[in-house]
T-cell receptor, first 116, second 118 residues
Framework: DTGVSQNPRHKITKRGQNVTFRCDPISEHNRLYWYRQTLGQGPEFLTYFQNEAQLEKSRLLSDRFSAERPKGSFSTLEIQRTEQGDSAMYLC??????????????FGSGTRLTVV | AQSVAQPEDQVNVAEGNPLTVKCTYSVSGNPYLFWYVQYPNRGLQFLLKYITGDNLVKGSYGFEAEFNKSQTSFHLKKPSALVSDSALYFCAVRDMRGLGGGGNKLTFGTGTQLKVEL
């Protein structure tokens, strides 16, 4: 396990379609985060899991967005009825718990979504 | 609300010259501060952090950052820039909100594009 893995790397979809992204964190990390990054902006927090529990969700996460981490390992982020404004890079990150968590977490390479 | 400001969209520097990328923050309580670098079409890579202790923090690839509490700044520096340092740099502050005050959620600045030329 060499890092955080995200699939797919790129996704092009038509407006109104549903898409799902997957994130595999570093195996010993129990915290997992989803961020969204649009062009010219820094990453914006979407949601956070500790093990399988989703502990926080941003107001940016509309009802069309849902994230799961069913067994506390990999996570999925689904966007229903995609809109052009959903086009962005979706980043996943993981971190260990506790004091080590302040080290700064490890990001994946991201999934770039384009809604046409 | 906690926030980070990176006042420069782009910084240009000649190879071999020192570089500085500026960051100021606003946070309640003690800040945890971070710098990340992003190469094209890649995720973010951790460079360095300030948690407590010495105000000068050393990180990866020869980068360092100076924490200044009175100026609420955390500027990124490198004594001698390389062309390979050209990338997008993000400053981030740890957000102490959220369940139990933890979670390590980071708030990022808008990024500064560093361009190092020969």
């Amino acid at each position: 396990d060499t890092g955080v893995s995200q699939n797919p790397r790129h996704k092009i979809t038509k407006r109104g379609q549903n898409v799902t992204f997957r994130c595999d964190p570093i195996s010993e990390h129990n915290r997992l985060y989803w961020y969204r990054q649009t062009l010219g902006q820094g990453p914006e927090f979407l949601t956070y899991f500790q093990n399988e529990a989703q502990l926080e969700k941003s107001r940016l996460l509309s009802d069309r967005f849902s994230a799961e981490r069913p067994k506390g390992s990999f996570s999925t982020l689904e966007i229903q009825r995609t809109e052009q404004g959903d086009s962005a890079m979706y980043l996943c990150a993981s971190s260990p718990r506790g004091g080590q968590g302040a080290v700064g977490y490890t990001f994946g390479s991201g999934t770039r979504l384009t809604v046409v | 609300a906690q926030s980070v400001a990176q006042p420069e969209d782009q910084v240009n520097v000649a190879e071999g010259n020192p570089l500085t990328v500026k960051c100021t923050y606003s946070v309640s309580g003690n800040p945890y501060l971070f710098w990340y670098v992003q190469y094209p079409n890649r995720g973010l890579q951790f460079l360095l952090k300030y948690i407590t202790g010495d105000n000068l923090v050393k990180g990866s690839y020869g980068f360092e950052a100076e924490f200044n509490k009175s100026q609420t700044s955390f500027h990124l520096k490198k004594p001698s820039a390389l062309v390979s340092d050209s990338a997008l740099y993000f400053c981030a502050v740890r957000d102490m909100r959220g369940l139990g005050g933890g979670g390590n959620k980071l708030t990022f600045g808008t990024g500064t594009q560093l361009k190092v030329e020969l």
